[in-house]
């Protein structure tokens, strides 16, 4: 059973809403890059059909999903930080993202997907050298 969400304070829930889920800075950045040399891509979009996980950058025809992830929301192992208020809650909600990560993972790559995860910190140069190299497999 999934615990009840905390209660927060009006500012961290203001705070909160305005985490953007699509364009984020560094998801545009390696955009921008991608795009600069020549890859056009699909964004924002679920791999498989029925597939209500979201890819940040798809390409369809080379089986390529990539994502951004957030240093907190992912719990990035350089990054990662731990809330003190409610911090059981948080780290229940942490540790199930990371679970959908390794589940998402596991689908696409049984559907014969190639899956590259780069974390928001990285450059979008070396981002994008890792999106080349998957595309260069031709999974």
Not at 1 to 7: F, K, L, Y
Request: net charge positive; with cysteine.
């Amino acid at each position: 059973m999934a615990q009840a969400r905390p209660s927060t304070d009006a500012a961290t829930s203001a705070r909160m809403s305005r985490q953007r889920r699509v364009d984020t800075k560094p998801e545009l950045a390696l955009r921008r890059e991608l795009h600069r040399q020549g890859k056009r891509f699909f964004v924002d979009r679920a791999p498989l059909p029925g597939m209500r996980r979201r890819a940040d950058i798809v390409f369809p025809r080379r089986k390529v999903a990539v994502y951004v992830d957030g240093c907190f929301w992912h719990s990035c192992p350089q990054h990662a930080t731990a809330p003190k208020n409610n911090a059981e809650w948080w780290a229940a909600k942490l540790a199930g993202n990371v679970a959908r990560d390794r589940d998402t993972d596991a689908r696409l790559v049984e559907a014969g997907w190639h899956v590259v995860r780069v974390w928001e910190h990285e450059r979008p140069e070396s981002a994008a050298e890792q999106v080349l190299d998957a595309l260069g497999r031709g999974v």
